[in-house]
């Protein structure tokens, strides 16, 4: 049963950092890769970031230049580099395994909260 597990969030002043991670256990080799959304109260959850198996990523233009997903095949984590944050950044994020469709996770973790105070 794959299972992933996100840690790292936490409460931030505007303009700091933090550094996400996802360790996924049960681990299946999906050739979509990996991705971050997130999700904030009343609102709908969007895409943030994503990593193929080859390394391949893309950004959210909300937070290009600000934020660096990265993996580690061997350990089987994804982490989220996310600095420069701004309040509109509080939400709950979430990782996920991309492993029948490049559209959709098809495998979620619980979520860590992220929040940023001006």
């Known amino acids: 049963q794959v299972q992933l597990m996100e840690s790292g969030g936490g409460s931030v002043q505007a303009g700091g950092s933090l550094r996400l991670s996802c360790a996924v256990f049960?681990?299946?080799?999906?050739?979509?890769?990996m991705s971050w959304y997130r999700q904030a109260p009343g609102k709908e959850r969007e895409f943030v970031s994503g990593?193929?198996?080859?390394?391949?990523?893309n950004y959210a233009d909300s937070v290009k230049g600000r934020f660096t997903i990265s993996q580690d095949n061997a350990k089987a984590t994804v982490s989220l580099q996310m600095n420069s944050l701004k309040p509109e950044d509080t939400a709950k994020y979430y990782c996920?395994?991309?492993?029948?469709?490049?559209?959709?996770?098809?495998?979620w973790g619980q979520g860590t909260q992220v929040t940023v105070s001006s």
């Open positions: 996920g395994l991309l492993c029948y469709s490049a559209s959709w996770p098809n495998y």
């Open positions: 049960g681990y299946t080799i999906c050739p979509y890769g």
């Open positions: 990593i193929s198996s080859s390394g391949n990523t």
